[in-house]
């Protein structure tokens, strides 16, 4: 008894339980009144039968079309979401039954998939577009040596050789996506001194940026030499626990983003601090340029997000590839930590928080 209470306590009160139950009573209502009526009113049964027939396929007619037609509707959308079409939504999505909850799972699946397939059609775009350039600069430089127009002087080989790296970080680029997306990077954890670590991702990235000179670049890798990069560790001392190849892509592509967007002649400052946890660090990213509106903060690390609230500054900026920050949250999140753009007076800063020792048996 306890049981059945309990049942119909979780009960909606527009559920199609309830509404099937309110069907049966309101037809048992009716043939009894009709009944009653009978004997009163000493009227044939088979009189009341009809009627009170009628009247149950009248009201039984009704429940089962408010029951019905959102199931047509939702095989129709569901006929449409299986041959490509991610347009369509079903309606009725607010009503208060569990035709109501189906319709909205429908709807948001619907919205999934329509967010997904816009962002393969924008990789093939963004990728194509990033092919075309180095590519063309590469055929033109084989053609003139070929066309004896160039001699195969180490300048030329020089210029053909920075369109072949080119097209070699868009490569690792999207094999780091594939990997992102079948989770088949582990983490090598190993305690590490920040100071000279972070010395060495910001030498070679400036060193890379003067070899490469005013060509556009890849991922994680600029090509402006205008703008200064400055290293802020305290305690000079601080050490973290981490894995430092996951770690240099995340400060390798921050660094890259904020570059891209820094003035002429500005400047990018990369702090590092103890964190709350046992060798867990706190990393912060600033540059000098216009900065992220706030409305965007959710969007800075979606994929394929080139960066078009802001135009980037400078010679050979571009919005790259659109995966650079992707991949750097993908290896923050890696950790276990976090990564987010936090205020900033000038600028964007974008702050990391990797956890240390506390997060030693994730992902092993």
């Given at each position: 008894?306890?049981?059945?209470?309990?049942?119909?306590?979780?009960?909606?009160?527009?559920?199609?339980?309830?509404?099937?139950?309110?069907?049966?009573?309101?037809?048992?209502?009716?043939?009894?009144?009709?009944?009653?009526?009978?004997?009163?009113?000493?009227?044939?049964?088979?009189?009341?039968t009809v009627f009170s027939m009628i009247?149950?396929?009248?009201?039984?007619?009704?429940?089962?079309?408010?029951?019905?037609?959102?199931?047509?509707?939702?095989?129709?959308?569901?006929?449409?979401?299986?041959?490509?079409?991610?347009?369509?939504?079903?309606?009725?999505?607010?009503?208060?039954?569990?035709?109501?909850?189906?319709?909205?799972?429908?709807?948001?699946?619907?919205?999934?998939?329509?967010?997904?397939?816009?962002?393969?059609?924008?990789?093939?775009?963004?990728?194509?577009?990033?092919?075309?350039?180095?590519?063309?600069?590469?055929?033109?430089?084989?053609?003139?040596?070929?066309?004896?127009?160039?001699a195969a002087d180490p300048e030329t080989?020089?210029?053909?050789?920075?369109?072949?790296?080119?097209?070699?970080?868009?490569?690792?680029?999207?094999?780091?996506?594939?990997?992102?997306?079948?989770?088949?990077?582990?983490?090598?954890?190993?305690?590490?001194?920040?100071?000279?670590?972070?010395?060495?991702?910001?030498?070679?990235?400036?060193?890379?940026?003067?070899?490469?000179?005013?060509?556009?670049?890849?991922?994680?890798?600029?090509?402006?030499?205008?703008?200064?990069?400055?290293?802020?560790?305290?305690?000079?001392?601080l050490t973290a626990h981490a894995d430092?190849?996951?770690?240099?892509?995340?400060?390798?592509?921050?660094?890259?983003?904020?570059?891209?967007?820094?003035?002429?002649?500005?400047?990018?400052?990369?702090?590092?601090?103890?964190?709350?946890?046992?060798?867990?660090?706190?990393?912060?990213?600033?540059?000098?340029?216009?900065?992220?509106?706030?409305?965007?903060?959710?969007?800075?690390?979606?994929?394929?997000?080139?960066?078009?609230?802001?135009?980037?500054?400078?010679?050979?900026?571009?919005?790259?590839?659109?995966?650079?920050?992707?991949?750097?949250?993908?290896?923050?999140?890696?950790?276990?930590?976090?990564?987010?753009?936090?205020?900033?007076?000038?600028?964007?800063?974008?702050?990391?928080?990797?956890?240390?020792?506390?997060?030693?048996?994730?992902?092993?």
């Open positions: 008894m306890g049981a059945g209470w309990a049942s119909w306590g979780d009960m909606r009160p527009f559920s199609i339980k309830t509404k099937l139950g309110t069907l049966v009573v309101v037809s048992v209502f009716i043939t009894t009144g009709l009944l009653m009526i009978a004997v009163r009113t000493e009227t044939e049964l088979r009189f009341i009247a149950t396929l009248l009201i039984t007619q009704f429940v089962a079309h408010s029951l019905t037609a959102p199931l047509d509707e939702m095989n129709t959308v569901a006929r449409g979401i299986s041959h490509g079409d991610y347009t369509r939504r079903v309606r009725g999505a607010d009503r208060r039954d569990e035709l109501g909850d189906l319709a909205q799972t429908i709807n948001r699946m619907a919205d999934d998939l329509e967010a997904q397939e816009r962002q393969r059609k924008e990789l093939v775009a963004n990728v194509s577009h990033e092919l075309r350039t180095p590519i063309a600069g590469l055929r033109a430089v084989l053609e003139n040596v070929v066309d004896g127009v160039s080989m020089r210029t053909a050789l920075k369109q072949t790296e080119r097209l070699g970080r868009l490569v690792e680029t999207l094999l780091d996506l594939s990997r992102l997306d079948n989770g088949v990077v582990p983490l090598r954890k190993r305690r590490f001194e920040v100071w000279p670590y972070l010395s060495g991702v910001l030498k070679e990235a400036n060193m890379v940026a003067s070899a490469r000179g005013g060509m556009a670049s890849g991922s994680g890798s600029h090509s402006r030499t205008d703008v200064h990069l400055h290293l802020d560790v305290s305690p000079p001392e430092p190849e996951r770690i240099h892509q995340v400060v390798a592509n921050l660094i890259d983003n904020a570059v891209k967007h820094s003035p002429p002649h500005g400047r990018v400052t990369v702090k590092a601090r103890r964190g709350a946890h046992p060798e867990s660090l706190d990393l912060e990213v600033l540059d000098e340029g216009p900065g992220i509106p706030r409305s965007e903060w959710h969007r800075v690390f979606e994929r394929f997000n080139r960066g078009g609230v802001v135009a980037p500054h400078g010679p050979g900026s571009d919005g790259g590839t659109g995966l650079g920050l992707a991949i750097a949250r993908w290896a923050v999140d890696l950790h276990g930590g976090r990564i987010g753009v936090a205020e900033s007076p000038r600028g964007c800063r974008i702050q990391v928080t990797l956890p240390g020792v506390p997060s030693l048996d994730r992902l092993t």
